[in-house]
């Protein structure tokens, strides 16, 4: 069965610390996806790969960024942590096609305190 | 810019009786659309899906049909259950060539009372 795994299922953070967010997936999908899910706001992309060491912006990419190293792996990077960066981070992988669905993990719920 | 809109949450229903939950769209071109349902604690799963106008998604008893000529993709079921209670998000890929980079509506919350 297709899985996306992110590492932590809650996370506290300080303002001002470096974050590091990680999503594995098992499907050798070429494409991931950070998203933020904030209540009345639905999701909003923060940044997606199409490939090993490719990224690109999405729609609210400021204080946030990203590293693929391998297929597998996308990490989400808080530079420095700032409170209204309280969220909660949907990590997701799909094929190439545009047709194909995006596959979830669970969540991270993020708190800066 | 592309866009998706749906009626606003939450919506509470008692159990067995009929869901629509309306979602229009804003897009050039012809996108792909999708029903996400997200249940407590847990992360995003596809619903349902429609690559091109006059398509008929369906999965659960839920059903949603493309329809161009008023950009709507309404999620119905003709009879829901408790265990339906979550969030559900529609949302549209605009493009042709890259999978996966959607966006999203603002999500309605459903509660089912026995």
């Known amino acids: 069965d297709v899985k996306v795994t992110q590492s932590s299922r809650y996370l506290v953070k300080r303002t001002g610390e470096k974050v590091f967010l990680e999503c594995v997936q098992d499907m050798d999908h070429e494409n991931m996806f950070w998203y933020r899910q904030d209540p009345g706001l639905g999701l909003r992309l923060i940044y997606f790969?199409?490939?090993?060491?490719?990224?690109e912006k999405g729609d609210i990419p400021e204080g946030y960024s990203v590293s693929r190293e391998k297929k597998e792996r996308f990490s989400l990077i808080l530079e420095s942590a700032s409170t209204n960066q309280t969220s909660m981070y949907l990590c997701a992988s799909s094929e190439q096609s545009s047709n194909s669905p995006l596959h979830f993990g669970n969540g991270t719920r993020l708190t800066v305190t | 810019g592309d866009s998706v809109t749906q009626m606003e949450g939450p919506v509470t229903l008692s159990e067995e009786a009929f869901l629509t939950i309306n979602c229009t769209y804003t897009?050039?071109?012809?996108?792909?659309l999708f029903w996400y349902v997200q249940y407590p604690g847990e992360g995003l799963q596809l619903l349902l899906k429609a690559t091109k106008a006059d398509d008929k998604g369906s999965n659960k008893g839920f059903e949603a049909t493309y329809r161009k000529e008023t950009t709507s993709f309404h999620l119905e079921k003709g009879s829901v259950q408790v265990s339906d209670s979550a969030v559900y998000f529609c949302a549209l890929n605009p493009f042709v060539n890259q999978g996966g980079k959607l966006i999203f509506g603002q999500g309605t919350e459903l509660s089912v009372k026995p």
């Open positions: 897009a050039t071109g012809y996108p792909s």
């Open positions: 790969s199409y490939d090993v060491k490719m990224k």
